[in-house]
């Protein structure tokens, strides 16, 4: 099936996550990505398209960053905390925040950036720098 849908904000194609794959749809033209062509794995669950036209995917294996015709993966070597975000946004300073219910992360971090809370007790917060992101929290 299908699980999202974004637009790349500089030539208008749209791409299609899915449990096949990643799609890119420019034009008439419907391109096909999967492990073959570097995507981490075929099961691709969120998109991020980027002002600056790169898409960030996350996968069944991990995350993954496509600019100029290419897969670059995302890991802990980057600084990425996790592997499963439940969302990922661009901030107007165009760094990348990404999270699910218990952890937020700044990527690329120009210093780590954490925010962790946990339900019942009191917000552990350990941050160092928080973009101006009014809907984030």
Not at 1 to 12: M, N, P, R, S, T
Not at 41 to 46: L, M
């Amino acid at each position: 099936g299908v699980f999202a849908l974004a637009e790349d904000k500089v030539d208008g194609s749209l791409w299609i996550s899915s449990s096949i794959g990643l799609f890119r749809m420019r034009g008439h033209e419907l391109i096909h990505y999967t492990p073959t062509n570097g995507l981490p794995h075929h099961k691709v669950w969120r998109l991020l398209a980027r002002s600056d036209g790169e898409l960030w995917t996350e996968t069944d294996k991990e995350m993954a960053r496509f600019r100029d015709g290419k897969f670059t993966h995302v890991t802990a070597a980057d600084g990425l905390l996790a592997t499963r975000p439940r969302w990922m946004v661009e901030s107007p300073e165009g760094s990348v925040w990404l999270g699910n219910g218990d952890w937020r992360q700044q990527l690329p971090p120009p210093r780590k950036a954490v925010y962790r809370h946990s339900i019942g007790r009191p917000a552990d917060r350990r941050v160092d720098h928080v973009p101006a992101i009014r809907a984030l929290w």
